[in-house]
């Protein structure tokens, strides 16, 4: 089912798809994510796809393609955001908007987070089209904005005003990965992402005395905030095992990275290895912090604000009472910003196992290996509504191009643009297909 000839077929086209999709600046804020939707609805038209427009207004608008089928089974739901992040154009070194072509790779903000995977989605739905199969479910591809900031102006948005969009019987979306090696083991591994940590941002208040900055008497706001961030900074968090993390640990474990599923092992594993630790804590990373007027002043307020991000199971209740245990300062407010949780996805259903079939059609030996995002996505929106949905955009990663991602230089090679067109094309014929 895999049919590795369609990477060559496609590549050209699924090249000045991407390239069209980065030129279009939709750094969010603001946004301006209706451009992409205006020029979805075109190439819609162009390729004799249904395409419906949700209108959210200040440019944020989202759009839904619709390749249909049968309709003896419930919709395939592609899933894409189509806000970036945005960039540092001084820290790059090629340009983030103009589709910088070199040495087979593609730049651009977006290349990898997600207009790629949108560029692979809507390639996957154009070659079924033109190839006439018979499919038993529609394809639904939902492009939404907002992602980066939240999703008010896009996914949670269509949930609240057309939720039919989102039924299906299962989605894919951004949150796992294809590596050709991770946490020290070779690939091909592809990680198969069905659970999500939840984000919790707070923020931190102090009041304190102000004065004369050359007699400290320690009850000022800035003293104060720097003991609860020290406190905050040494508080040790445990590393566990839960059964979302399960699967990935044992994985690393029988190849031998880690020498036992238990929690000595992996605290030491996880002291060594950043994204380890952040599959098996609760992390909690001190982002801003500001205080005082002048440097002869003793500031008399102090505000600064926390990323926690919560394992599955912990809820945002408990974590604050921990938190506010360590910081052991009743004159340290702590203000939620932002919380989102997301339900699990189960592993066993018929898109997880036409993922696995849709790889090893490619390469028997390559693992499909159940993740844990550690950031979040849209997915928790389909997930609250009881569609299965998981993270599984098919490119395989070197080492160290994930640090592109949200950073510099973000890019993706043609070849793994071209693989991952085809291999969403076997997943969703796996899925899809009127003889599955
Ligand atoms: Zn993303």
Same mark, same amino acid.
């Given at each position: 089912? &895999?049919?590795? @000839?369609?990477?060559?077929?496609?590549?050209?086209?699924?090249? $000045? =798809?991407?390239?069209?999709?980065?030129?279009?600046? #939709?750094?969010?804020?603001?946004?301006?994510?209706?451009?992409?939707?205006?020029?979805?609805?075109?190439?819609?038209?162009?390729?004799?796809?249904?395409?419906?427009?949700? /209108?959210?207004? !200040?440019?944020?608008? #989202?759009?839904?393609?619709?390749?249909?089928?049968? +309709?003896?089974?419930?919709?395939?739901?592609?899933? @894409?955001?189509?806000?970036?992040?945005?960039? !540092?154009?001084?820290?790059?070194?090629?340009?983030?908007?103009? *589709?910088?072509?070199?040495?087979?790779?593609?730049?651009?903000?977006?290349?990898?987070?997600? %207009?790629?995977? =949108?560029?692979?989605?809507?390639?996957?739905? =154009?070659?079924?089209?033109?190839?006439?199969?018979?499919?038993?479910?529609?394809?639904?591809?939902? $492009?939404?904005?907002?992602?980066?900031?939240?999703?008010? &102006?896009?996914?949670?948005?269509?949930? %609240?005003?057309?939720?039919?969009?989102?039924?299906?019987?299962?989605?894919?979306?951004?949150?796992?990965?294809?590596?050709?090696?991770?946490?020290?083991?070779?690939?091909?591994?592809?990680?198969?992402?069905? *659970?999500?940590?939840?984000?919790?941002?707070?923020?931190?208040?102090?009041?304190?005395? /102000?004065?004369?900055?050359?007699?400290?008497? +320690?009850?000022?706001?800035? #003293?104060?905030?720097?003991?609860?961030?020290?406190?905050?900074? @040494?508080?040790?968090?445990?590393?566990?095992?839960?059964?979302?993390?399960?699967?990935?640990?044992?994985?690393?474990?029988?190849?031998?990275?880690?020498?036992?599923?238990?929690?000595?092992?992996?605290?030491?594993?996880?002291?060594?290895?950043?994204?380890?630790?952040?599959?098996?804590?609760?992390?909690?990373?001190?982002?801003?912090?500001?205080?005082?007027? %002048?440097?002869?002043?003793?500031?008399?307020?102090?505000?600064?604000?926390?990323?926690?991000?919560?394992?599955?199971?912990?809820?945002?209740?408990? &974590?604050?009472?921990?938190?506010?245990?360590?910081?052991?300062?009743?004159?340290?407010?702590?203000?939620?910003?932002?919380?989102? #949780?997301?339900?699990?996805? /189960?592993?066993? +259903?018929?898109?997880? $196992?036409?993922?696995?079939?849709?790889?090893?059609?490619?390469?028997?030996?390559?693992?499909?290996?159940?993740?844990?995002?550690?950031?979040?996505?849209?997915?928790?929106?389909?997930?609250?509504? +009881?569609? /299965?949905?998981?993270?599984?955009?098919?490119? =395989?990663?070197?080492?160290?191009?994930?640090?592109?991602?949200?950073?510099?230089?973000?890019?993706?090679?043609?070849?793994?643009? @071209?693989?991952?067109?085809?291999?969403?094309?076997?997943?969703?014929?796996?899925?899809?297909?009127?003889?599955?």
């Amino acid at each position: 089912m &895999f049919d590795i @000839a369609l990477a060559d077929a496609v590549r050209a086209e699924a090249t $000045a =798809l991407l390239s069209d999709l980065i030129r279009i600046d #939709s750094s969010n804020p603001p946004g301006n994510e209706a451009a992409v939707a205006d020029y979805l609805q075109a190439l819609a038209a162009r390729e004799g796809l249904r395409s419906e427009r949700i /209108p959210v207004g !200040e440019g944020r608008d #989202s759009v839904a393609l619709r390749l249909p089928g049968d +309709g003896t089974a419930a919709p395939l739901l592609f899933l @894409a955001h189509t806000d970036v992040v945005p960039v !540092e154009a001084d820290q790059w070194t090629r340009p983030a908007f103009t *589709a910088h072509l070199e040495d087979g790779y593609l730049y651009g903000r977006g290349a990898l987070d997600m %207009k790629g995977m =949108l560029a692979m989605e809507l390639m996957a739905v =154009l070659e079924l089209r033109r190839r006439g199969l018979a499919l038993r479910r529609d394809i639904v591809l939902l $492009a939404t904005g907002d992602e980066e900031a939240g999703s008010a &102006f896009g996914a949670e948005h269509v949930a %609240k005003v057309r939720p039919d969009l989102l039924q299906a019987d299962a989605c894919i979306n951004e949150g796992g990965f294809g590596y050709t090696e991770v946490f020290g083991v070779r690939g091909p591994v592809f990680g198969l992402s069905h *659970a999500e940590k939840s984000p919790l941002w707070l923020r931190l208040r102090t009041r304190g005395v /102000p004065g004369h900055g050359s007699v400290p008497h +320690g009850e000022d706001a800035g #003293s104060r905030m720097v003991h609860a961030l020290a406190r905050i900074d @040494a508080w040790r968090r445990p590393n566990v095992v839960v059964p979302e993390n399960e699967p990935l640990l044992r994985f690393i474990a029988e190849r031998g990275v880690l020498p036992a599923l238990e929690d000595e092992a992996l605290a030491a594993l996880a002291a060594r290895n950043p994204t380890v630790n952040a599959t098996t804590s609760h992390t909690v990373a001190n982002t801003t912090c500001r205080f005082g007027i %002048k440097s002869n002043v003793l500031a008399a307020t102090a505000e600064a604000t926390l990323d926690c991000r919560l394992l599955p199971g912990e809820t945002a209740e408990h &974590f604050i009472a921990d938190l506010g245990a360590v910081i052991d300062d009743p004159a340290v407010e702590v203000e939620t910003i932002f919380h989102a #949780s997301s339900p699990v996805s /189960p592993l066993d +259903g018929g898109l997880a $196992a036409a993922v696995r079939d849709a790889v090893h059609d490619w390469n028997p030996d390559a693992a499909v290996v159940p993740w844990i995002t550690t950031g979040f996505t849209d997915s928790r929106v389909p997930r609250r509504l +009881g569609v /299965p949905s998981y993270g599984f955009i098919p490119a =395989l990663l070197e080492p160290g191009e994930l640090a592109r991602l949200h950073g510099n230089d973000e890019r993706i090679s043609l070849d793994n643009l @071209a693989f991952g067109c085809a291999m969403l094309h076997g997943v969703a014929r796996r899925f899809c297909g009127a003889g599955a």
